[in-house]
């Protein structure tokens, strides 16, 4: 009986996992955690008539330029330029890492020797490549809230502050699902994203009209934040990991 021809194997290739591009991509994208230290000093300032609450207050209050009303609420952040300053730092970090966090490396959560498959079916490849363009996105939008604070009369902020959001939580959910079975915090990163996700859905059903919007809007940006950070470590303790293998290797062929 004849056989019918066997199809070829897929084409693949192995990704490099311990190189400074890689390295730096990895710390850019953790650099994100500088955020939490830079809204706690903001919000101790405050200095404004009543206490800045997490539950009630937004984020963009921080970075207001002006004190007085602004939009019904009254704020007052004289260290509004540290608050604007850690959003750009954060934006460009999210760019940055974006840009040099190479797609095959995603493809792998930076497992060193795994191949990334070209074609077949499943294009994980296709996937990285998503999740760095909506990270980038994401950044940009980050940027973008810095440099026009909520009260400089622009729509760019609001602008920003959805590019942020909605990319961000996306890129989560992308990144989430492409590590679930590579490391156990891929689940971790899935949730970060299920949660933002959900946060955004709801602000937009409700216009954020909550009794605590401030909690809702942290919902929405925390766990992109976090999720993003998370990645980072990941990253970066594999390719440091790698590095010094490599780097190991090389020391003992040196002897050799």
Known sequence: MRSGPTSAPAAAYIPDTASTRQYIGAWSVLSVLQYFAAEAAVIGAWAGPQPYDRRTGYISDLGAVN????DGRD?????YWLMNTSFVVQGLGMFLGALLLSSGLLCVAARAGVRVPVG????PRLAAIGMRVL??????G???VGLVPEDVGSAWHFAGALMYFIAGAVALLVLGILWLDQTPLGWFILVCGVVSAAALVTGGLTRMDVPEPGTLER???YPVTVGIATAGLVIAQRVHRHRQERRGLATAGARA
Not at 75 to 79: E, H, Q
Not at 120 to 123: E, P, T
Not at 135 to 140: D, K, V
């Open 67 to 70: 004190c007085g009303i602004y």
């Open 75 to 79: 704020v007052c952040s004289p260290l």
């Open 120 to 123: 077949g079916r499943r294009k």
């Open 135 to 140: 990270t980038g996105t994401a950044g940009t």
């Open 142 to 144: 980050t940027v973008i």
């Open 219 to 221: 919902l929405m940006g």
